[in-house]
């Protein structure tokens, strides 16, 4: 059993469980970041309302990997916007600028793997970011 093995617990959640951050109409529940990757990636879910638009665009110096879990997300890589159903997965290197919104009249949910982490630690801030300034409608 190796040091790490010994430090890291698994970690095992059931849909909808992990650290909620509500947004209104985005909300975002972290399923594994800080602690449980040692600091080397985060895990986790996005979820937008029905034609909401998301974070805006932007650039960081991490990779971004989004895999659609439902409905519709769009996501801009660079200037071009892709529209990714279930199923669907988008890689953004770390520099490229970027976006994800729902255009969609359904729930769309987009899973998110930033690397390295941790994510986490920014969420306070984001959250009441986007609780002061609430996401408009998506384009189509």
Do not use: C
């Amino acid at each position: 059993m190796t040091s790490e093995t010994q430090v890291r617990k698994p970690v095992v959640l059931a849909p909808g469980e992990g650290r909620a951050y509500p947004m209104g109409r985005i909300s975002a529940v972290f399923k594994a970041d800080g602690d449980e990757t040692q600091s080397r990636y985060s895990v986790s879910e996005w979820w937008l309302e029905p034609r909401t638009q998301g974070p805006g665009p932007h650039s960081h110096p991490e990779d971004d990997l989004f895999y659609v879990i439902e409905g519709t997300m769009s996501v801009r890589v660079g200037e071009e916007w892709v529209h990714g159903t279930k199923g669907a997965f988008v890689l953004v290197p770390g520099g490229v600028t970027h976006d994800f919104e729902n255009r969609g009249n359904v729930r769309a949910g987009i899973l998110n793997f930033s690397a390295p982490g941790p994510f986490e630690p920014m969420m306070p801030g984001i959250a009441e970011w986007f609780l002061a300034n609430p996401p408009k409608d998506a384009g189509t």
